[in-house]
């Protein structure tokens, strides 16, 4: 057995699943040098959900960000999380966005860049791992893991092995909603060993408690690769914490070779930054508490609190047990998807829908049929002629590659916000999120006026006419 290597998520992940990714570039690099030093074999600083919350809240330029995290760490390898053809988005994008999404992601300072897909549906994550070969990235190709019939651990070595021919450097069994149990994990893990010559990466949260019995158990079957998330913002639904699994494995053949000392100076800091966090209300003690229910209902913790927050705005919060029940259901019908963005969020919605109103079906959001008819990708299962045609009635379904049907739109996205650009990336930004970036392209403009007036006043006070 070979040393263990971590990936730290505390500036992506960690604080995406416990405190809505509000965590600021400012609270990161006063510790960005110690980060530095410690020996991960990388630093997940990007992608998932930053890029929306720093143009939405934060009132940064993610590409910004970037720049700077790169600037201050230079010897550890940076990774991003990316979603296959919907890039950070929820639709799917022309390839010619993937392609110079890739391209800039990759100047702008990213080594590894995961990619998934929600369907697995491994012609959805072609292109953006054909540009990041063609750009000289680090391929890491994530399958999503979750439980149904069709979603046997062959099947996972199966698409291990397909990622493998396509050109992945790594593979990552990304355990988005904590559903993988330790021996499982062993099972899969030793299975994959066997299957494929490229490392292994294992991702999970520890939502149901289970996170490092899993990590440990995998490690043991040869998992090369672990994500971790220091203790400030680690344990429930975040990653495992760091620090101990560095501690259980010292000594031992898989031992990390991480300094406790060091990581220990550095949790001291994001301490403060976790208050910071927790009085400013994104950070709920709640996320830190064990809930069964995702085991129960293979639901991600991210997705309860979404499904009560609809609840409560109909005022119905006494349905949140019936809804858990129907997930599953709606869940079975539609193919076993398995439940990530954008997904979990369409089959969610639809069983609060069927609940809501009495009838299974009665009403459906334009997502489910989208879902149905294949523009979202090929489902892992089939959908029954009769559940098909109450969702879309006589509606053909797509067996092709969603994103043939989209032409070309790089060049209509910079001729839309030809006004507001000031640097290359703000396209993408703007593909991304259209409404949310123009809203931070007119504050960065404003601000710059502000700025630009004060030097004007400031000249005017030196040099008086």
């Known amino acids: 057995m070979a040393k263990v290597k971590i990936t730290e998520t505390i500036l992506r992940d960690a604080h995406q699943s416990q405190a809505a990714t509000r965590m600021r570039l400012d609270e990161m690099l006063p510790i960005a040098e110690k980060l530095d030093k410690v020996g991960y074999h990388s630093l997940e600083v990007w992608g998932g959900a930053t890029f929306d919350s720093c143009l939405r809240f934060l009132k940064e330029d993610p590409w910004e960000r970037l720049r700077v995290l790169r600037k201050a760490i230079p010897n550890t390898q940076l990774q991003m999380l990316l979603r296959g053809q919907n890039l950070l988005g929820y639709k799917h994008y022309a390839d010619d966005v993937v392609d110079e999404f890739v391209k800039k992601t990759i100047d702008n300072g990213i080594d590894i860049i995961r990619i998934f897909d929600a369907l697995n549906d491994v012609r959805n994550m072609e292109q953006a791992i054909k540009s990041a070969k063609k750009y000289k990235g ?8 979750t439980i149904s019939p069709v979603h046997t651990v062959d099947y996972f070595v199966d698409l291990a092995k397909q990622l493998e021919n396509l050109g992945a450097d790594t593979i990552c069994i990304k355990d988005m909603a904590n559903l993988l149990l330790p021996y499982t994990a062993y099972d899969l893990v030793s299975k994959m060993k066997k299957a494929i010559k490229i490392p292994i990466q294992v991702h999970t949260h520890n939502t149901t408690g289970t996170g490092d019995m899993v990590y440990l158990k995998a490690i ?8 971790t998330a220091l203790s400030p ?3 429930g639904t975040s990653q495992p914490a760091t620090e101990p699994l560095v501690a259980a494995l010292q000594g031992t053949e898989m031992d990390t070779g991480l300094d406790l000392g060091l990581l220990s100076e550095i949790a001291d800091y994001f301490k403060v930054v976790a208050k910071r966090l927790l009085d400013d209300g994104f950070l709920n003690p709640k996320v830190l508490s064990i809930d069964i229910n995702t085991l129960l209902y293979q639901v991600p913790g991210g997705m309860l609190s979404n499904l009560l927050s609809q609840l409560k705005q109909q005022n119905a919060e006494d349905k949140f047990e019936e ?5 599953p259901r709606v869940r079975e019908d539609f193919g076993f998807p398995p439940l990530v963005t954008p997904t979990s969020q369409i089959v969610g919605t639809q069983a609060v829908l069927n609940v809501l109103t009495g009838e299974r079906y009665k009403m459906i959001t334009n997502e489910s049929k989208g879902l149905i008819r294949g523009e979202y990708g090929q489902l892992p299962a089939e959908v029954s002629d009769e559940i098909r045609h109450l969702i879309i009635g006589d509606d053909q379904v797509i067996h092709h590659r969603p994103a043939d049907d989209i032409p070309p739109e790089l060049d209509k996205y910079k001729e839309e916000i030809k006004e507001y650009l000031e640097q290359e990336e703000d396209v993408l930004s703007y593909a991304s999120f259209p409404q949310v970036s123009v809203e931070y392209f007119k504050y960065r403009q404003a601000q710059k006026y502000k700025i630009d007036n004060t030097l004007v006043r400031k000249e005017e006070m030196v040099h008086p006419i």
Do not use: F, P, S, T
Not at 220 to 227: K, L, M, R, T, Y
């Open 138 to 145: 680090n391929i890491q190709a994530a399958l999503c893991y």
């Open 220 to 227: 043991e079957a040869g998992a090369d690769i672990v994500d």
């Open 233 to 235: 913002l680690g344990n």
């Open 323 to 327: 809804v858990l029940k129907e997930v």
